[in-house]
């Protein structure tokens, strides 16, 4: 794959890469081919470059694997020792790995800037993040607050297999971090509440990015 960009290199134990989904000629194999055996050749490409990119994320940290099997629940199977995530857009296909011995769990997310419709702000933004949107000189708050809302779930879903809706969570942005509080009364309430929150903007790109330890 070509053209492979690093990014959140201010974040400490993690390795986050993005790259154009068009780079990727991966061929899938064993373990992963059943995942999409009925997909359509776009999502076959795209779950590919996403392989792709994952491999070459691993073998930055250390891990050198052939593949990336899909688990019953239809989350990446990573290493052992490995926390990860894997996003993509229409075009781009982006992951985060960390070592187990840094992060429990690492939740990450792509938007493009300008993807959330504003009609959708009500099913998203809690009434503070609305007042914070109509505040805010950021032309996308609403994509943004959206990719936060939905690292945060990547992140804890897989720790507590409980269902949260984006109105559960509320999330305050500071500069280029954020912080995401549970506003619900959930399981994963303390565990949202634990986590580390970070925003990069890249070549027409949200990415959020939740660590917890």
């Avoid at 390795?15 to 050749?41: C, M, Q, Y």
């Avoid at 949107?133 to 409980?162: H, L, M, Q, R, W």
């Amino acid at each position: 794959m070509e053209n492979i960009k690093e990014i959140y290199r201010q974040v400490d134990n993690a390795t986050v890469l993005i790259a154009e989904i068009s780079r990727s000629s991966r061929e899938l194999v064993a373990g992963e081919l059943e995942a999409v055996k009925d997909a359509v050749p776009s999502r076959k490409k795209e779950f590919a470059a996403g392989r792709e990119i994952a491999l070459i994320a691993l073998a930055k940290i250390g891990f050198h694997e052939s593949s990336l099997p899909v688990s019953q629940q239809r989350f990446p199977v990573w290493p052992n020792g490995v926390v990860g995530s894997i996003s993509h857009t229409s075009t781009m296909v982006g992951v985060a790995v960390a070592p187990r011995s840094h992060y429990s769990s690492i939740g990450f997310d792509l938007e493009i800037e300008g993807a959330v419709d504003p009609e959708l702000c009500s099913v998203i933004l809690s009434e503070s993040e609305k007042q914070a949107a109509d505040e805010s000189p950021a032309a996308d708050f609403a994509t943004t607050i959206f990719g936060c809302k939905e690292a945060v779930y990547k992140a804890v879903n897989p720790i507590t297999s409980e269902y949260f809706d984006f109105l559960d969570v509320r999330i305050t942005i500071t500069q280029n971090t954020f912080i995401a509080e549970c506003i619900a009364d959930i399981q994963s309430a303390s565990i949202i509440n634990s986590g580390t929150g970070f925003i990069e903007f890249t070549d027409g790109l949200a990415a959020s990015l939740f660590l917890l330890e």
